[in-house]
Structures are given as structure tokens and as C-alpha cells.
């Protein structure tokens, strides 16, 4: 039996993992102090670098029926977003955020050692963990799409833009942004 599911289900789903997925990662690395992570600058930053992407990937898992195994794909594509385009640790020849990795496996320009521990650790922690948890906390509207197609791909090209900008223009490594770069992280 197909249940109807109102606007609210909906945009309780969508704010719930919005509000997950914008702190667990940080709160699970410890790498924000937790008072640094609801600061308006820092928390809003968090939504988008955290928050909608896990939306979009939620809303296109379930639109597509994407399996677990999938899941876990896209979220590894996603730590790179994050650690290549965002932070670009990926990138650091020195000071990587867990300093075990220090001088470990950098080769060709990446740290691989670094990029190996990472990406894995997002897809559970910034993409499968979050989507979970905001299943559980709204199991009626778990299965359904809480967003339209149009929604969901328009929120996915302003995301694209957003942080093509932000990797082009934030200097947050050594590694300055540049446009082959970025096409071939995308």
C-alpha cells in the first residue's frame, strides 16, 4: 500500500539530514571544536560542503534505486569533492589533517596514503552515515523522494558551481586551484 506523504514529511526528511550530515563528519573527526561548528560562518559553510551534497546523493539513490554497494561508490566520489576540491588535503605535501600520514606516501603530486584513509571514511561518515540516521528519524518518508527531479538537479548545479568557485578561489593549501584541475577532479 503506496502512503501519501504531505510537504511536511518531506521537509522534515530533508532539514533532519541537512542538520546530520552538516556535523557528524566534523564531530566524528574531531577535527572542528564542536562550539566552532555552530557559528553561522562555519555551520552554514558545514550545510554546503556537507549537508546538501548528502541530500542531492540521497535524493539520487533513492530516485534511482541506487544499491548499498552504490552508495558507498558515490560517497568516495564525494570524499574527493571534499578533500581534493574543498580542503585539498589530498594535495598536501605537508600537514595532512592526521599527522601519521606526515611524509607518508606522497607521490605524483597526491598523498596517497592520506587519500586511501580518507575517501573511505567520508563515504561512511559525511554520505551513508547521515543518510541512515535521517531514515531512522523519519522512517515514513525513508523510501520516498523528499525533493523533485528539478529540485534535486538544480540544488546539484548550484553545488558544482559553488565549489568549482570555492576551489578556484579559497587558498586553504599550498595547491592553488586551476581549471584542468578542477575538470579532471569532476
Do not use: C
Request: proline content about 6%.
Amino acid at each position: 500500500m503506496d502512503i501519501p506523504m504531505n510537504t511536511r514529511q518531506r521537509a522534515s526528511g530533508a532539514l533532519v539530514l541537512l542538520l546530520i550530515a552538516s556535523v557528524i563528519p566534523e564531530m566524528l573527526s574531531g577535527n572542528t571544536p564542536t562550539h566552532a561548528l555552530f557559528q553561522p560562518g562555519a555551520f552554514l559553510f558545514f550545510v554546503v560542503a556537507y549537508g546538501l551534497p548528502a541530500l542531492v546523493i540521497r535524493e539520487l539513490a533513492i530516485r534511482y534505486s541506487i544499491s548499498f554497494a552504490g552508495l558507498f561508490l558515490i560517497g568516495l566520489g564525494y570524499g574527493i569533492v571534499n578533500e581534493a576540491l574543498l580542503a585539498k588535503t589530498v594535495f598536501r605535501i605537508e600537514g595532512p589533517p592526521v599527522d601519521i600520514f606526515e611524509g607518508y606516501g606522497f607521490a605524483f603530486g597526491i598523498q596517497w596514503a592520506w587519500t586511501a584513509f580518507i575517501l573511505p571514511w567520508h563515504a561512511v561518515a559525511s554520505v551513508m552515515l547521515p543518510i541512515a540516521f535521517a531514515h531512522r528519524a523519519v522512517p515514513l518518508a525513508a523510501s520516498r523522494n523528499w525533493l523533485g527531479i528539478g529540485s534535486t538537479w538544480g540544488l546539484a548545479i548550484i553545488l558544482l558551481a559553488l565549489i568549482s568557485s570555492f576551489y578556484l578561489l579559497e587558498d586553504t593549501s599550498a595547491i592553488a586551484g586551476n581549471i584542468p584541475m578542477l575538470a579532471i577532479l569532476w
